[in-house]
């Protein structure tokens, strides 16, 4: 079955310190894997792709096939990164964007 | 100012009772979706729509319908068959349909039952 994990519903972190958000996938062949991103009050919002393979308000998420993971990380958190985070996965077959979502984890970053 | 407008924010729905959540899009997208998203968990799809006068079942489609009749519009209607209807609904859109397209989120509606 398809299915996305991210572990922590909440994860707590001073500014300036490191952060990763846990994001496992269960899927056959090769996904297609994004994290999607709400901040407070505002609409949810595309964060990064792993074809894009970019860094956004220095973010990165690497694809792992071999543990099946997808985690975001970024070396110093800001207080501006608090959000809810979700990742999400689009099976390939089917020809449509289908995204199966993650329950979410959200940060926090105290100052 | 474009994107994804839900009405309305709030809605209360009484037993055994139809009702209708609105989703416009000023984007010129052809895809459209509506998700579901109850607490503790993530969204699940439940309708979408590739193009006008065509929509596809998702993954929780059973008491809910949809129509596509405008490229602008998708209409979502929760009926009286779905027994569980609280939760928060969103609207998305993307440009196209293939699998790597950004989903634009609308800012959603809380259906309660009364």
């Known amino acids: 079955a398809q299915r996305v994990t991210q572990p922590e519903k909440l994860l707590s972190v001073f500014k300036g310190a490191p952060v990763e958000l846990k994001c496992n996938y269960s899927y056959s062949g090769s996904p297609e894997l994004f994290w999607y991103v709400q901040y407070s009050r505002q609409r949810l919002q595309l964060l990064l792709r792993h074809i894009s393979r970019e860094s956004i308000k220095g973010f990165t998420a690497d694809l792992n096939k071999g543990e099946t993971s997808f985690h975001l990380k970024k070396p110093f958190a800001q207080e501006e990164d608090s959000a809810m985070y979700y990742c999400?996965?689009?099976?390939?077959?089917?020809?449509?964007?289908?995204?199966?979502f993650g329950a979410g984890t959200r940060l926090a970053v105290h100052p | 100012d474009g994107g994804i407008t839900q009405s309305p924010k709030y809605l209360f729905r009484k037993e055994g009772q139809n009702v209708t959540l609105s989703c416009e899009q000023n984007?010129?997208?052809?895809?459209m979706y509506w998700y579901r998203q109850d607490p503790g968990q993530g969204l699940r799809l439940i309708y979408y729509s590739q193009i006008v006068n065509d929509f596809q079942k998702g993954d929780i489609a059973e008491g809910y319908s949809v129509s596509r009749e405008k490229k602008e519009s998708f209409p979502l209607t929760v009926t009286s068959a779905q027994k569980n209807p609280t939760a928060f609904y969103l609207c998305a859109s993307t440009q196209g349909a293939a699998t790597n397209e950004k989903l634009f989120f609308g800012s959603g509606t809380q259906l309660s039952v009364l």
């Open positions: 999400a996965l689009s099976p390939i077959s089917g020809g449509y964007n289908k995204l199966i």
């Open positions: 984007l010129n997208h052809d895809a």
